[in-house]
């Protein structure tokens, strides 16, 4: 079976250019014009990749993206946001509350489905049982089940915020990360994801991480790393 888009969208006429676009791209699709139809489509019917736009006639898209990432039955559902609103602040608002990919109008129609089927791609691989496990003082990375623990409290992470820690925390530890690097593991080799896109996800992770947040070291014009507690000890 085809993976099933779900285009939330309130312009008619660009929802249906996306839609045709996605089925010649191999892809299921369906069209809702509302926050609340999108909220439902998800909770009832579940697809397997979101595009949002951020302007809808009831609930924001903002609001739409929060509510599906507080819900622990959809918080990995991948989400691209799809919106004439280009500010760099709507970018990092929207990175913020968990969105997978941000998009802005006018959006060439075969960018938007290499970036779609790139983000299923991703999806794909964090469903095979690779990432690992790991355990560190007052922080826990359980990585088949996609669940970290700070001093035995669950934290929820987006799936991009999960990916990134599991790539800082996979042997050896310690060792430098580009955000070129990071952004390609993360992300992957296809995305168009702006490089400073990971230091506005690094600081979204270290700041629910809490106290934890302290493993991951800034490099200072180099990237990144995670701190390792034993040889430091």
């Known amino acids: 079976m085809a993976p099933k888009v779900l285009i939330v969208e309130d312009e008619a006429d660009f929802a249906d250019i996306v839609a045709m676009n996605l089925r010649r791209g191999g892809l299921e699709t369906v069209t809702v014009r509302t926050g609340e139809a999108a909220l439902a489509e998800v909770a009832h019917r579940r697809p397997d990749v979101v595009l949002l736009d951020l302007m809808l006639p009831d ?75 790991a355990s560190f003082p007052g922080l826990r990375v359980d990585g088949p089940a996609h669940r970290v623990f700070v001093e035995g409290q669950e934290v929820a992470l987006t799936p991009t915020e999960f990916r990134l820690l599991a790539v800082l925390v996979t042997p050896p530890l310690g060792r430098v990360l580009t955000r070129e690097t990071l952004l390609d593991r993360v992300w992957g080799q296809d995305s168009e994801v702006e490089i400073r896109t990971v230091d506005t996800v690094m600081k979204r992770l270290r700041d629910k991480l809490g106290p934890a947040g302290a493993y991951l070291e800034t490099v200072r014009g180099v990237g990144y790393r995670f701190r390792d507690p034993i040889l430091e000890q």
């Open 59 to 133: 609930l924001q898209g903002t609001e739409v993206c929060r509510r599906i990432r507080s819900d622990p039955a959809t918080r990995s559902l991948p989400i691209l946001m799809v919106t004439a609103r280009g500010e760099e602040i709507d970018r990092v608002v929207g990175l913020e509350l968990g969105a997978d990919d941000y998009l802005v109008k006018p959006v060439s129609m075969r960018e938007l489905v290499l970036r779609v089927q790139a983000v299923l791609r991703r999806r794909s691989k964090e469903q095979e049982p690779e990432t690992p496990s």
